[in-house]
């Protein structure tokens, strides 16, 4: 073989490897039950609403006696421990002899909710044996609304394992991803006096700036549309002088000038004795 085919065989091989290594080292995410088509715009708009968590880690021990002794791992839609591919999302681990229990997988998930929950449910985990007719685990897990915390208080609450059918362990965390999106407290009108006022604070300063740095004005005259506004106010205040007048507009004015009926003839009195003779 030539070395340019060497070299193109070499880099083929290369890329393929790097291709199988970054499909492994990606991590799975939930898988509703039944065929993608079938999945409802409901439950990818609540997968997608838990994606904030699930980079996130969670444990609880639980220790009854000195038989049961266990760490519960938690994961939303992702695997607890992505090396295994066991696509296990929730796993108990007995910390007496390190052995690991698969209570659910991500790619068998339920998931619904109500206004201030969301339940994720995993499926097909490892079998009861003796308990629950050998069925296989179930995890379920109730998200409660709590806002301003990203995710808390992580613990189980039972393990329904006496049943013939249907059994599972049940847990509960706290969450605000749980919560349903808060109503504006900003009425209508609140809204429109906000916008208008902003309004009016952009065309007042963008004028006055307009006005000052490229116009040049000087005092009054930055107002913008400053002889507009004059005016208008001499309208406004000839309307309220027109509308508020208190007395008859052709009423005779309470102060009369003195007019020239009211005054005397002028004395004709003559100082001719003062005049020389």
């Not at 295994?84 to 681990?93: A, I, K, Y």
């Not at 208008?232 to 009423?251: E, H, I, T, W, Y």
Request: hydrophobic share 35%; charged share 25%.
């Amino acid at each position: 073989m030539s070395p340019p085919c060497q070299t193109s065989a070499l880099l083929l091989v290369l890329m393929a490897l790097a291709i199988a290594r970054a499909e492994q080292s990606e991590e799975r995410s939930c898988d509703v039950i039944g065929d993608e088509s079938s999945e409802s715009q409901m439950e990818r708009a609540l997968l997608k609403k838990l994606e904030p968590l699930s980079h996130m880690r969670f444990n609880v021990t639980v220790e009854k006696g000195k038989t049961e002794n266990y760490i519960y791992h938690f994961r939303v839609c992702r695997e607890v421990n992505s090396t295994s591919h066991d696509f296990g999302g929730l796993v108990q681990t007995d910390r007496q002899n390190g052995k690991t229990t698969v209570i659910g997988r991500i790619n068998e998930t339920q998931v619904f909710n109500g206004s201030d929950w969301i339940m994720l449910i995993y499926k097909g985990g490892d079998s009861y044996g003796r308990h629950c007719s050998g069925e296989k685990r179930r995890a379920v897990i109730m998200i409660s609304c709590k806002r301003g915390v990203t995710a808390s208080s992580f613990s189980i609450i039972s393990e329904e394992r006496e049943k013939e059918q249907e059994c599972f362990y049940l847990f509960e965390m706290d969450s605000s991803v749980a919560c349903p999106a808060e109503n504006s407290h900003l009425s209508v009108g609140s809204i429109l006096l906000i916008t208008f006022v902003s309004l009016i604070a952009i065309y007042i300063i963008g004028g006055f700036l307009y006005q000052r740095l490229v116009v040049g004005a000087k005092g009054m005259e930055q107002i913008p549309h400053f002889a507009f506004w004059q005016d208008l106010g001499n309208l406004v205040a000839d309307g309220c002088d027109f509308v508020c007048r208190s007395k008859p507009r052709n009423a005779p004015a309470a102060y009369r000038g003195v007019g020239d009926d009211q005054l005397g003839e002028e004395s004709e009195e003559r100082d001719d004795h003062l005049l020389p003779m």
